[in-house]
């Protein structure tokens, strides 16, 4: 199916012989040299052998054009090390995982989360294992949807869709003033002078001299390995031939009846497969007058006043609380706005809006009905990716 390169630089490949009836090979991956690991392992919990880090996605997911994203182990690693260090911001108070919590897929269970020195983020944290696979939801930095996504399968990071990779938004995070304020040359510097990152940079990079690029293209690594393929929703998917309309055996009624009612009210934006985006930003009515403007802060064009992106739901169970400011706590709160709550504004979806395509759209849903909105929520729970210790906070 997929060849697979040893990474013949990184790896010590030591191999043994037995002499026992039967000839057996044994391959014995050692990353780095003991002198290497004791530095390493002196700080960092991290094993010797290969951390794989590989993506495979199921078959329903290839069927959709998607392809798995190429991970390189050692740039991986040193991106997981990065992401839980507190050097990355100016106090050395914060890290990446600060905000972005492994058991909430990556998200932060506050509507903002606190920066650097004390200061609040202007929009809910965003769970970075909301995403199918990040690689296939955008195209700059090398999107793998086969043929060039259009535009609304494309989707760019930040809730204005501001950053175009994820080193883009990586660079504007450890920069930013609120979240953890580090010139990002001065972070070079800094890590440089840490015997283990000079080893890690030397795995991935082959040279000791770290630079402000390598910084954030590890940290893209590491989030583009962070794939959510493995929910219940999934199993039903693929047992279902990859057709997301068909009842799911292993779903109960109700669930069944959440999936058919989001097919029917919430899928042309947030797509029904939870893999490829539908709709890349849109205004969902939160507001009649938007506080944060959105994207039209970004472009100044007064029909973008509003527009956020529309998020991927992997996960949603994990991450509240909910929409850009949070002001949402529970799945039910966000049923409830859609069903009753949407707000009149001049740029309301038209999918949000009533047939007179003027008014906001009542879905008028019984409690059943939206009971089992929740339920199909709850289905898209990534049990793996929560607990994977390949994700896992790497210092003792
Ligand atoms: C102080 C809290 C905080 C820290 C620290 C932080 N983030 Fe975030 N992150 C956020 C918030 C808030 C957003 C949404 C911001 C926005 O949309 O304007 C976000 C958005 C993102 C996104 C966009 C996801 C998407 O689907 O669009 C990515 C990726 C991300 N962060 C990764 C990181 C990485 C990598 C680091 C470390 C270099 C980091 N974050 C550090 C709070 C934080
Ligand atoms: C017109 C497109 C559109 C439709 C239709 C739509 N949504 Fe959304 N959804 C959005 C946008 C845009 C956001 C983010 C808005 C914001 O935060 O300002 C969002 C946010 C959400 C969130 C919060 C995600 C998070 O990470 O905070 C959930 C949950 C959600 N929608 C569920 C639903 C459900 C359930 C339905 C059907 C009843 C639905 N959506 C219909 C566009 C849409």
Redesign the pocket.
């Known amino acids: 199916m997929k060849t697979r390169t040893l990474p013949a630089l990184l790896l010590t490949l030591s191999l043994a012989v037995s002499s026992c009836l039967e000839d057996k090979v044994e391959v014995r991956y050692t990353t780095y040299t003991d002198q290497e690991y004791e530095a390493v392992s002196a700080v960092l919990n991290l094993p010797n052998d290969r951390i794989d880090y590989s993506v495979e996605l199921p078959e329903h997911m290839i069927a959709l054009g998607m392809a798995p994203p190429e991970i390189n182990n050692a740039k991986a690693t040193l991106?997981r090390v990065?992401?839980y260090d507190n050097k990355?911001?100016r106090n050395q108070s914060?890290?990446?995982?600060?905000?972005?919590h492994q058991e909430l897929a990556?998200a932060?269970n506050k509507a903002?989360?606190?920066?650097?020195d004390g200061q609040?983020?202007?929009?809910?944290?965003?769970?970075?294992g909301?995403?199918a696979n990040?690689k296939s939801?955008y195209e700059g930095g090398g999107g793998s949807i086969t043929g060039p996504p259009t535009p609304t399968q494309r989707?760019?990071?930040?809730?204005?869709?501001?950053?175009h990779s994820?080193a883009e938004?990586?660079s504007l995070?450890?920069q930013?003033d609120?979240?953890?304020g580090m010139d990002l040359n001065e972070l070079a510097g800094r890590l440089e002078q840490v015997p283990y990152y000079r080893i890690l940079f030397n795995k991935a990079y082959n040279t000791e001299a770290v630079n402000p690029f390598m910084i954030?293209d590890a940290?893209?690594e590491?989030?583009n390995s962070i794939v959510s393929t493995r929910t219940r929703f999934d199993d039903g998917l693929a047992a279902a031939g990859g057709d997301e309309s068909r009842d799911f055996s292993s779903f109960t009624a109700k669930e069944n009846q959440g999936k058919a009612l989001f097919i029917q009210h919430c899928a042309s934006c947030h797509g029904a497969n939870m893999s490829i985006s539908r709709e890349s930003l849109a205004n969902n009515g939160l507001d009649e007058a938007y506080a944060d403007p959105g994207v039209g802060a970004i472009t100044g064009n007064p029909a973008d006043i509003g527009k956020?992106?529309v998020?991927?739901l992997r996960n949603i169970a994990l991450t509240a609380p909910y929409m850009?400011d949070g002001r949402f706590a529970t799945l039910e709160d966000v049923v409830e706005h859609y069903n009753s709550g949407v707000n009149k504004h001049q740029n309301l979806d038209h999918r949000l809006r009533a047939p007179d395509g003027d008014s906001p759209r009542r879905l008028n849903l019984s409690n059943d009905e939206k009971a089992a909105l929740v339920a199909f929520l709850e289905t898209l729970t990534d049990e793996e990716l929560v607990r994977a210790s390949r994700f896992e906070d790497p210092f003792r």
């Open positions: 991106g990065l992401f990355l911001s914060v890290s990446c995982a600060s905000c972005h990556f932060d903002f989360s606190e920066g650097f609040l983020t202007l929009r809910n944290s965003l769970a970075l909301s995403v990040f939801s989707q760019f990071f930040f809730w204005d869709e501001r950053a994820i938004q990586s995070t450890i930013d609120i979240e953890m954030t940290l893209q590491f989030l956020f992106k998020p991927f850009h």
